[in-house]
C-alpha cells in the first residue's frame, strides 16, 4: 500500500492522533483538513502511531479486524474492513474495572477472538489457513473510542485513529477450533442486566475467520505478518453499545462462556 503523503504530513497527523488519544480529548476526523486522504494514507499515519507507541515501550501483542459485520457497517456508515493493532497497554483483566476517565466516549463490543500458535502471512491468506494455525478461540468484549467528534468518520480517518481502539478484555472459556462450529455461535450482549444487542458469530464476514484472513492479507500489503502468539480480535457482532461510569456489561456466548467488565469514572 503506497501513502501519497509528505513524511511531515504523516507525522503531523500521527501526532494529532496521539494527542487525542492520549488526552482522550475529539477531535475534527482527519479528512476535514485533507479531503483526498486515501486508506493508504490511513495506514500508513496508523504504523507510524504504532512504530510511537512501540519506541514508548508498548508491546504489540496483536490485531483488530473492524467493521466486519453489517451491523457495525450500517451503524458506523462505513462498509469496507479495517485493521488495527493492539498492544499490552489496551489489556484489561476479565471482571475487572474500567475507568472511563481517560476515555472519550467509550463503546462496547463482543468478539470472537483468535490466539495464534502459528505464524501467518499474505497475501493470499485463507480462513481455512487461519484455522489451522489457531491455538484456540475464547470469547472478548472490546471498548471501542473513536477520537473524532461525535463518533463520525470515514474509512481513513478510523484507520489513521487505529480502528478506534482502546481497551479490550478476554475472557470466557477457551476452546478449540475444530470443537466448535464458528459460524454459528450466538451471543447476548447485556448492560445492567438487559438485553441491548445479539447476535450469532457469523455476522462477521459469514464466518469469523474470514475476518482474520482478511487481516492477515491487508498486513501483507503493509508489509507484515500475524506473529504466532497474537492476540486478534475478528470484529464486533453486534452494533456497539454506549457505556458511562456504573455500567456493568456482560457478553454470554454460546459454548464459549461470558466475559464481562464494569465502567468507573
Ligand atoms: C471502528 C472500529 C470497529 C469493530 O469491531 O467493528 C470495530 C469503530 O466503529 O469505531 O472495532
Ligand atoms: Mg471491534
Known amino acids: 500500500m503506497s501513502s501519497t503523503l509528505q513524511r511531515e504530513d504523516i507525522v503531523r497527523l500521527c501526532e494529532r492522533v496521539e494527542g487525542a488519544q492520549t488526552r482522550a480529548r475529539a477531535i475534527p476526523k482527519l479528512t476535514d483538513e485533507y479531503p483526498a486522504l486515501s486508506v493508504a494514507d490511513g495506514y500508513a499515519v496508523q504504523s507510524e502511531l504504532r512504530r510511537r507507541y512501540l519506541a514508548q515501550g508498548q ?12 451491523a457495525k457497517m450500517r451503524q458506523m456508515g462505513v462498509d469496507v474492513p479495517s485493521i488495527g493493532f493492539l498492544t499490552d497497554r489496551m489489556a484489561r483483566p476479565e471482571n475487572g474495572a474500567i475507568s472511563t476517565g481517560d476515555l472519550v466516549h467509550p463503546r462496547v463490543e463482543c468478539e470472537v477472538a483468535f490466539v495464534m500458535r502459528d505464524e501467518l502471512r499474505g497475501p493470499g491468506c485463507t480462513a481455512q489457513q487461519v484455522l489451522a494455525a489457531t491455538d484456540y478461540v475464547l470469547p472478548a468484549l472490546e471498548i471501542i473510542d473513536s477520537r473524532f467528534a461525535g463518533f463520525k468518520f470515514d474509512l481513513p480517518s478510523v484507520i489513521a485513529d487505529n480502528g478506534s481502539s482502546a481497551r479490550f478484555v478476554g475472557g470466557g472459556r477457551a476452546r478449540l477450533v ?20 445479539l447476535g450469532a458469530s457469523a455476522a462477521v464476514l459469514g ?8 487481516l492477515v492479507n491487508i498486513l501483507a500489503e503493509l508489509g507484515e505478518s500475524l506473529a504466532a502468539g497474537s492476540f486478534v480480535m475478528s470484529g464486533g457482532i453486534t452494533e456497539a453499545v454506549a457505556v458511562a461510569p456504573g455500567d456493568n456489561v456482560v457478553a454470554r456466548f454460546q459454548e ?10
Open 207 to 214: 464466518h469469523p475467520a474470514e475476518a482474520v484472513a482478511m
Open 59 to 70: 508491546r504489540l501483542v496483536g490485531w483488530k479486524a473492524g467493521l466486519t459485520s453489517k
Open 256 to 265: 464459549l462462556g461470558s466475559v464481562s467488565v464494569r465502567f468507573t469514572e
Open 178 to 197: 475444530d470443537e466448535l462450529d464458528l459460524r454459528t455461535l450466538g451471543v447476548v450482549l447485556e448492560k445492567n442486566g438487559e438485553i441491548v444487542a
